[in-house]
């Protein structure tokens, strides 16, 4: 069965970290772009950061750049991120998905993706 599964979410207080993880089951991620993505209630589910499948190029949203960092292990099928420094605008739910869209920014400005994880609820208290 080809599945994504988030993990780590949770509740932090504003200025902590969290770090998530996305682990992929069925298939190898090797050949994927990884993406992560958020959505707050009320608003679109938007792009927060991506990983490349072959030489680990980023792309990092705005919102999110200088405190949020992604990354992979291939030898462990899972991709990661990183939360630091957190507001409680960063509070949502956040997906990952597996993609071939490249380059990676291309990943991050788009949800039309075929794998999807069932996302985990990241909260921040002020």
């Known amino acids: 069965q080809v599945q994504l599964a988030e993990s780590g979410g949770g509740l932090v207080q504003a200025v902590g970290s969290l770090n998530l993880s996305c682990a992929a089951s069925g298939f190898t991620l090797d050949y994927y772009a990884i993406g992560w993505f958020r959505q707050a209630p009320g608003k679109e589910r938007e792009g927060v950061s991506c990983?490349?499948?072959?030489?680990?190029?980023?792309y990092y949203g705005d919102s999110v750049k200088g405190r949020f960092t992604i990354s992979r292990d291939n030898s462990k099928n899972t991709a990661y991120l990183q939360m630091n420094s957190m507001t409680p605008e960063d509070a949502a739910v956040y997906y990952c998905a597996a993609s071939v869209i490249t380059p990676v920014k291309d990943m991050c400005m788009t949800t039309r993706h075929g794998f999807w994880g069932q996302g985990t609820q990241v909260t921040v208290s002020s």
């Open positions: 990983i490349s499948s072959s030489d680990n190029k980023t």
